[in-house]
Protein backbone atom coordinates (compact mmCIF):
# COMPACT_ATOMS: atom_id res chain seq x y z
CA UNK A 1 0.00 0.00 0.00
CA UNK A 2 1.44 3.36 -1.59
CA UNK A 3 0.39 6.22 1.36
CA UNK A 4 1.47 10.06 0.16
CA UNK A 5 2.17 13.13 1.73
CA UNK A 6 2.33 16.29 0.12
CA UNK A 7 4.23 19.23 1.44
CA UNK A 8 5.02 22.54 0.39
CA UNK A 9 1.89 25.00 0.59
CA UNK A 10 1.46 28.33 1.42
CA UNK A 11 0.16 31.96 1.16
CA UNK A 12 2.08 33.58 -1.47
CA UNK A 13 1.46 36.67 -3.65
CA UNK A 14 0.31 37.36 -7.18
CA UNK A 15 3.36 36.15 -9.64
CA UNK A 16 5.66 34.51 -6.66
CA UNK A 17 6.39 30.96 -6.65
CA UNK A 18 5.81 27.51 -4.38
CA UNK A 19 6.91 24.09 -4.84
CA UNK A 20 5.06 21.31 -3.38
CA UNK A 21 6.81 17.72 -2.57
CA UNK A 22 5.08 14.89 -2.48
CA UNK A 23 6.58 11.40 -0.40
CA UNK A 24 5.56 8.21 -1.23
CA UNK A 25 6.36 5.69 1.67
CA UNK A 26 6.84 2.89 -0.53
CA UNK A 27 9.84 1.14 -1.53
CA UNK A 28 7.69 0.83 -4.97
CA UNK A 29 7.31 4.50 -5.62
CA UNK A 30 9.03 4.48 -9.10
CA UNK A 31 6.69 1.47 -10.46
CA UNK A 32 3.60 4.13 -10.60
CA UNK A 33 2.51 7.00 -12.57
CA UNK A 34 2.05 10.43 -10.64
CA UNK A 35 -0.83 13.10 -10.86
CA UNK A 36 -1.21 16.26 -9.23
CA UNK A 37 -4.99 17.58 -8.74
CA UNK A 38 -6.07 20.81 -7.10
CA UNK A 39 -9.85 21.93 -5.84
CA UNK A 40 -10.73 25.51 -5.44
CA UNK A 41 -13.53 26.15 -2.86
CA UNK A 42 -17.01 25.62 -4.46
CA UNK A 43 -15.44 23.54 -7.04
CA UNK A 44 -14.78 19.49 -7.67
CA UNK A 45 -11.21 18.08 -8.22
CA UNK A 46 -9.63 19.03 -11.35
CA UNK A 47 -6.57 17.76 -13.33
CA UNK A 48 -3.01 19.77 -13.03
CA UNK A 49 -0.20 17.61 -14.19
CA UNK A 50 0.75 14.15 -15.13
CA UNK A 51 4.15 12.29 -15.07
CA UNK A 52 5.02 8.87 -16.33
CA UNK A 53 7.22 6.77 -14.38
CA UNK A 54 10.29 7.51 -15.96
CA UNK A 55 9.79 11.01 -15.78
CA UNK A 56 10.41 11.26 -19.54
CA UNK A 57 7.17 12.32 -20.11
CA UNK A 58 4.55 15.31 -18.87
CA UNK A 59 1.16 16.69 -19.69
CA UNK A 60 -0.56 19.64 -17.73
CA UNK A 61 -4.08 21.26 -17.66
CA UNK A 62 -3.78 24.56 -20.59
CA UNK A 63 -4.36 26.79 -17.90
CA UNK A 64 -0.76 26.08 -15.82
CA UNK A 65 1.37 25.20 -18.98
CA UNK A 66 4.11 27.26 -18.90
CA UNK A 67 3.97 28.43 -15.59
CA UNK A 68 4.06 25.16 -13.69
CA UNK A 69 6.70 22.04 -13.86
CA UNK A 70 6.46 18.55 -12.32
CA UNK A 71 9.07 16.34 -12.03
CA UNK A 72 9.99 13.11 -10.13
CA UNK A 73 12.96 11.33 -8.50
CA UNK A 74 12.69 8.36 -7.55
CA UNK A 75 15.39 7.99 -4.91
CA UNK A 76 13.37 9.87 -3.28
CA UNK A 77 10.33 8.30 -3.68
CA UNK A 78 9.18 12.06 -4.39
CA UNK A 79 7.03 13.78 -7.30
CA UNK A 80 7.66 17.61 -7.30
CA UNK A 81 5.10 20.48 -8.63
CA UNK A 82 6.97 23.62 -9.19
CA UNK A 83 4.89 26.47 -9.43
CA UNK A 84 6.01 29.52 -10.63
CA UNK A 85 3.94 32.68 -11.75
CA UNK A 86 0.57 32.15 -9.31
CA UNK A 87 -2.09 33.66 -9.99
CA UNK A 88 -5.12 34.14 -7.55
CA UNK A 89 -7.10 31.48 -9.47
CA UNK A 90 -4.77 29.19 -8.45
CA UNK A 91 -5.51 29.09 -5.24
CA UNK A 92 -7.00 25.36 -3.76
CA UNK A 93 -5.75 22.25 -2.22
CA UNK A 94 -3.46 20.36 -4.39
CA UNK A 95 -3.65 16.75 -4.10
CA UNK A 96 -1.02 14.36 -5.30
CA UNK A 97 -2.08 10.77 -6.31
CA UNK A 98 -0.82 7.50 -8.11
CA UNK A 99 -1.96 5.46 -10.83
CA UNK A 100 -1.01 2.20 -12.33
CA UNK A 101 -1.94 3.00 -15.79
CA UNK A 102 -0.52 5.19 -18.17
CA UNK A 103 -0.36 9.12 -17.31
CA UNK A 104 -4.02 10.77 -17.39
CA UNK A 105 -6.02 13.70 -17.24
CA UNK A 106 -8.87 10.77 -15.76
CA UNK A 107 -9.43 11.42 -11.87
CA UNK A 108 -10.93 7.73 -11.79
CA UNK A 109 -7.68 6.73 -12.84
CA UNK A 110 -5.82 7.40 -10.04
CA UNK A 111 -5.77 5.12 -7.08
CA UNK A 112 -4.10 6.64 -3.76
CA UNK A 113 -4.24 10.07 -2.46
CA UNK A 114 -2.69 12.24 -0.70
CA UNK A 115 -4.57 14.39 2.10
CA UNK A 116 -3.62 17.78 -0.09
CA UNK A 117 -1.78 20.48 1.14
CA UNK A 118 -3.26 24.47 0.97
CA UNK A 119 -1.69 26.63 -1.90
CA UNK A 120 -3.27 30.47 -1.04
CA UNK A 121 -2.41 33.33 -3.84
CA UNK A 122 -3.24 36.55 -2.72
CA UNK A 123 -3.74 39.67 -5.57
Known amino acids: QVQLVESGGGLVQSGGSLRLACTAS????????MGWFRQAPGKGREFVAA????????TYTDSVKGRFTIARDNAKNTVYLQMNSLKPEDTAVYYC????????????????WGQGTQVTVSS
Open 97 to 112: ATTTKAPTTVIASYNR
Open 26 to 33: SRTFGAYN
Open 51 to 58: INRSGSFT
